[in-house]
């Protein structure tokens, strides 16, 4: 008979445990969460061995929220509260969209004043695209939950990499309203990166291009001994597979000289023209037939040559960004090792030969483009959720892929931090007051290339407060952006002269405040109630728990970096942590955390210098050793 | 170790202009393979705010060091010259000449949209400005601060003029 192990008491019994983690890629069409098990990244398919989730979401008259395929088979039948596609929608306002005419939805007014984000008006109420993108989220944690059978450390979920702040957090937003713990937002391409370098053991210089449903990136990465560095990104946040189909879309309103469509009837043919084109992918022509509520009957064939002729300025459109992402990257398409295909709309015949003309060289299709971005951030998350193996000494170094200012006098544009900054990066900037006395400023941040506010995107106002009244001209406000490794920007604000901080109000031009997110939150809760309440408390606990186990594995390392009054006061908050983490009050924990996190802030600090030194001893010794 | 010294003693190399390129870039690849957030995410939060902190720093820092002409200022700066470019304009009348009919070229090409010409411009510029670089190197290791900052104006100047070449070609290409 075996014998049991049991653990010394105080100890967990598995010290390395395995933490579960996962990758998700939020896609404009089809979603996927991927894990990494046995040191493999795996795509988790649903009971039926779907990889796939349709992003589309259904909010029925009859209450119920159908996601995915259930979802799909809908499209025609209920448009306005079927939403496909809601990931144009993150962090945008309704001036920003395209073909909104042909869209059946029912948008929702905002009193905002640049517009905010866009709403849609369902059976079900107001929906935030935050909220849609949420169920979606909701839908592939069940999913992963249920195949790991488990409580999950964090998500790494992806986002295009031309993705904008508002965008960014638009999706962070999402994920926190379903309940997950985001280990990183990751840019797709460098997703496609990790997966594809790690399989080839890849060197040189790469371009990612990524043509994904309505999103388009292009990535140049240098990758040296497991470095994944981003050289530059350019793309376009609004063109993907679904402009292909709209154009379809319109040809065959065209041919067919139909008369104004009701919502069902341009679902239906919407669908029609998205089959046509991914059957054009291995054939010469394509049939489109339909039957419209109107009795009229569709019968057309799209041959490759017409479809090619009618989609060639997309494909061309592809080419600026790549261009341009080169050219700050300096370096001349001959200087690229490899071009690796993402995205389901790559398989287009048009794409491929467009890229391979454009980069001299036959792109890389080896891995599926549909999964390979959900394996690179299953990777990633495996790492960041503290399972590291041998050979994951990886690192990646990515970038912001457009420039953050601040608007000066004029209406002009003062950049602060330069597109295709490696993050995290910071910057600070100083301003003066303009009056006596003044004791208030007003920023405009916005982001893009643009020399005019006008022509750049808003991300948000802040009003700084509390400035001390001072002679005009005297006061120094040092104003100072911090963009993390998400890509997400912070801004802060402190008075130079007196050290005061200055209190700041954000309002975000096309994303949800914190407050709105809290109601959102709560409303979550108050729904489920007390099983919402259970989860909530479930995952603080998790978290302190987390918490504790990294102070204790940092003392074990580290415990000589302190003193022993410095030692006494970090066992005084753990001991407080653990005594609070067994019981159910949420805030009594939260605060035990806050403690430790800020008793151990000095010792994070020594520890890191201790890093750091080690890292050039290293080097040096190395390097000694080579002479 | 100290996170606010300078941008050569954090990457412990040499305070001087000239520089191995290869081995700042794997001194900075180390280092960010060090502090890196990704490397932290799993930590408590207050080593992943270290880890940002670090980590924007070895960024920053290795900018600095990276393109020459920051270097440059960076390393006047730390001597404590002030290389006054806001209020300095002044420049040798030779080399103002040679800009304004680069300018003119320039102005030329894009009116006409002209992208050979461009390109040529662009070479030409670039021909130049590394001319310009072996200059400054001279005039800093040789302990010559004032006609190296003569020279960090020049080419913030011609670099100024390189990106305006940059711009008017992606607007051509687009």
Not at chain 1, 212 to 224: N, Q, R, V, W
Not at chain 1, 602 to 623: D, Y
Not at chain 2, 21 to 26: G, M, W, Y
Request: include cysteine.
């Amino acid at each position: 008979m075996a014998l049991l192990q049991i653990s010394e008491p105080g100890q967990s019994a598995a010290p390395h445990e395995h933490r579960l983690a996962i990758g998700i890629d939020l896609g404009t069409t089809n979603s996927l969460v991927a894990t990494v098990r046995s040191g493999m990244a795996v795509v988790l398919n649903d009971e039926l061995g779907r990889p796939l989730l349709p992003s589309v979401v259904r909010y029925a008259s009859d209450g119920k929220i159908e996601v995915g395929y259930a979802a799909q088979t809908q499209l025609a039948a209920d448009p306005r509260n079927t939403i496909v596609s809601v990931k144009r929608f993150m962090g945008r306002g309704l001036k920003d969209l395209e073909h909104v005419d042909s869209m059946p939805y029912d948008f929702a007014v905002n009193g905002n004043e640049a517009g905010g984000m866009v709403k849609l008006r369902t059976a079900q109420g107001i929906k935030s695209p935050v909220e849609v993108s949420a169920d979606i989220l909701r839908g592939l944690r069940a999913r992963a939950e249920l195949a790991l059978g488990g409580q999950l450390t964090g998500a790494v979920i992806t986002v295009p990499a031309y993705f904008d702040d508002a965008q960014r957090q638009a999706t962070k937003d999402a994920a926190r309203l379903a309940g997950l713990n985001v280990l990183r937002l990751l840019n797709e391409p460098t997703a496609a990166a990790i997966a594809y370098g790690l399989d080839n053991a890849a060197e040189g210089i790469y371009a990612v291009y990524d043509l994904g449903g309505g999103t388009f990136d292009i990535s140049i990465l240098k990758l040296t001994k497991g470095v994944f560095q981003v050289l530059a990104t350019g793309g376009d946040s609004a063109l993907g597979g679904d402009d292909f189909d709209h154009r379809v879309f319109c040809w065959i309103l065209e041919q067919a000289r139909l008369k104004p469509l009701s919502h069902e009837d341009a679902r239906l043919l919407q669908v029609r023209a998205r089959e046509a084109k991914e059957y054009l992918t291995a054939h010469g022509e394509a049939p489109i037939a339909a039957r419209l509520s109107t009795g009229e009957f569709v019968d057309l064939r799209l041959t490759t040559g017409i479809f090619n002729e009618i989609t060639h300025t997309l494909v061309r459109k592809t080419l600026g960004p790549t261009r341009k992402a080169l050219r700050d990257a300096r370096l001349s398409p001959d200087e690229i090792t490899g071009v690796v295909m993402v995205g389901g709309a790559t398989r287009m015949p048009a794409i491929q030969k467009a890229v391979e003309d454009f980069f001299g060289c036959e792109p890389l299709n080896n891995l599926d483009p549909d999964k390979v971005v959900a394996l690179g951030a299953a990777t990633q998350a495996n790492l960041l959720a503290g399972n590291r193996a041998a050979g994951d000494d990886w690192l990646l170094l990515d970038v912001i892929p457009l420039s953050l200012g601040l608007e000066t006098m004029g209406g002009l544009v003062e950049k602060l931090i330069p597109r295709n900054s490696t993050i995290p990066v910071a910057r600070a900037q100083d301003f003066t007051t303009f009056k006596d006395g003044q004791t208030a400023m007003a920023l405009h941040v916005v982001q893009g290339e643009r020399e005019l506010v006008s022509d750049c995107r808003s991300l948000a106002r802040f009003e700084l407060r509390g400035i001390p009244p001072m002679v005009a001209g005297a006061a120094r406000i040092r104003v100072a952006f911090q963009v993390d490794a998400d890509g997400l920007l912070a801004v802060s604000a402190r008075e130079q002269t007196t050290g005061h901080e200055a209190h700041i109000e954000v309002k975000p031009s096309y994303g949800l405040s914190d407050d709105e997110i809290a109601a959102m939150l709560k409303a979550g809760y108050t729904h489920a109630s007390d099983d919402a309440f259970r989860r909530a408390l479930r995952e603080v606990q998790v978290e302190a728990q987390r918490l504790v186990e990294a102070v204790q594995s940092a003392l074990r390392e580290d415990a000589h970096l302190l003193s022993m009054l410095e030692r006494a006061h970090i066992d005084n908050c753990l001991a407080r942590l653990q005594s609070v983490l067994v019981g159910d009050d949420r805030r009594a924990i939260e605060a035990a955390m806050d403690a430790l996190s800020k008793g151990t802030a000095e010792f994070a600090a020594r520890r890191m210098n201790q890093s750091v030194r080690r890292a050039l001893a290293g080097k040096r010794i190395e390097e000694m050793d080579r002479l | 170790m100290d996170f606010n010294q300078d941008c050569f003693a954090l990457f412990g190399l040499p305070r001087r202009q000239e520089l191995d390129t290869l081995r700042l870039e794997a001194l900075y690849r180390d280092l960010q393979a060090r502090v890196h957030p990704d490397k932290h995410a799993h930590l408590s939060p207050a080593e992943q705010r270290q880890a940002m902190q670090w980590a924007t720093r070895v960024n920053e820092a290795y900018l600095t060091l990276k393109d020459p002409l920051r270097r440059a200022r960076y390393l006047l700066e730390l001597a404590g010259h002030d290389v006054r470019l806001e209020t300095n304009t002044a420049m040798p009348a030779a080399f103002l000449m040679a800009q304004m009919e680069l300018r003119e070229a320039v102005a030329a090409a894009k009116a006409g949209r002209d992208i050979d010409a461009l390109d040529a411009l662009q070479r030409r510029l670039e021909k130049e400005i590394r001319a310009e670089h072996a200059s400054l190197q001279a005039a800093l290791e040789g302990g010559d601060p004032a006609r190296a900052g003569e020279l960090v104006r020049q080419l913030m100047f011609q670099e100024k003029l390189l990106h305006e070449i940059g711009d008017a070609l992606e607007v051509l290409e687009t």
